[in-house]
């Protein structure tokens, strides 16, 4: 509704509890699908979402995550953009390194997420938040 | 615009957006108050017939009517209507006004009353009440419509603070819902001496997870069981936080004497977590629940 407004970008949804987790994977899923991607593919997409959702209601407690289809070089691919204004990550380095984690968990959602996807991009500002982008270019 | 597009994205207009930036988006200014306040003197004679004519309008629908207990109630009712008018065009617009705004929109959403009625009975008075401003001041038309126009300005921004307890007391009521569904008993089947079976539906946040792994020990222990079947077919999102969460519990398990297999992971998910970097080593796992069973009975046998 708010898309018609030119509000918010089409294919965005809020990320503040665990059901908005779920309802992120399954816009991710359904455009992985769209575009052509297949089963194993769209699960890995569905699952990086996943992480990128969880560490935003875990972290940083309310965000966004977009959705896209990107095109390079007649290549389709689907873009996700994972965006929180949180307290942001003091040190990168250490949170891309498996098995880093402030909370309790196994620390692999973003290592794990740049493994999953082809180009990943993070950046964030100490007190300002964070902004994950990640692409996965369909196989040819 | 920035501004307000990342607001809006983090939700707008919410008990913590600050008001200043709600004024500012409705583009209210001092000039917008001070047109308003200009009706404030003749508030009460613009408003009487208005909400007379409202009444009449809103009773003529049968639905509406059945609301409504007696006369007195309907008089009380206007009066209401009638202060609810004049804190309009008076409007403060400060932080008590839209506490009390809000206090109304929660009445009327508890009473049932839907958006469609609260936007069409605002559109019922603005209308009504253009008319009878611009009748008033046809000697100056072009100071009128200005008027009107602020006051619409103003008139949407209290609409949105009602709408806003709207959606916030469907909110509340979908959270809820949630937490009783994640509360939902856990069933711990027995499926012979020793051997338990756990389905587990819905999605595995870390409440549910806690409460996941006292059900699995508890049952572990009231049982003497020495095997767990865990299935997480209906489980709606696997990733690494669920992962985690399992294999905590399964390690707990095996801390309590019991072995534990988990079934219901898809091929894709499976692949998936891999990718992520979950090691299978934590996790024993069975295609699917006929094999995990069969898995656990040879652990119990052997």
Redesign the interface.
Known sequence: M?AGLG??PEQ?Q?I????D??AA?QIGRHLAAEIGFS??E???I??AI??LA?NIV?YAE???IAFATVERDLRQGIRIVA?D?GPGIPDLHAAMT?GFSTGN??G??L???Q??MDEFDIRSIPGEGVTVTVVKWKSR | MDDIIASSAGGHGRPGGHLADQLRWFDITETDRRQAEALAVTADELAEPIIEDFYAHLLSFEDARRHFRGEEQIARVKQGQLKYFRELVSASLDEDYVRNRRRIGQIHERAGVTPTLYVGAYAYYLHRLGHRVMAKMQDDPAHALPLLLSLIKIAHFDMSQALETYVEAREATIEQREREMSELPTPVLKLRDGLLLIPVVGTLDSYRARSLTVKLLEGIRDHRARAVVLDITGVAAVDSAVANHLIQTMTAARLMGASSVLTGLSAEVAQALVKIGVTGEALRTAGDLQHGIEMAERMLDG
Do not use: F, N, W, Y
Request: proline fraction near 5%.
């Open positions: 708010m509000l918010a965005t809020r503040e509890r665990d059901g987790v779920v994977r089963r194993p769209q699960a890995l569905a699952t996943s992480e969880r875990s309310r965000g966004t965006e204004r498996d968990s196994l692999l959602g290592p794990g997420t493994r999953i």
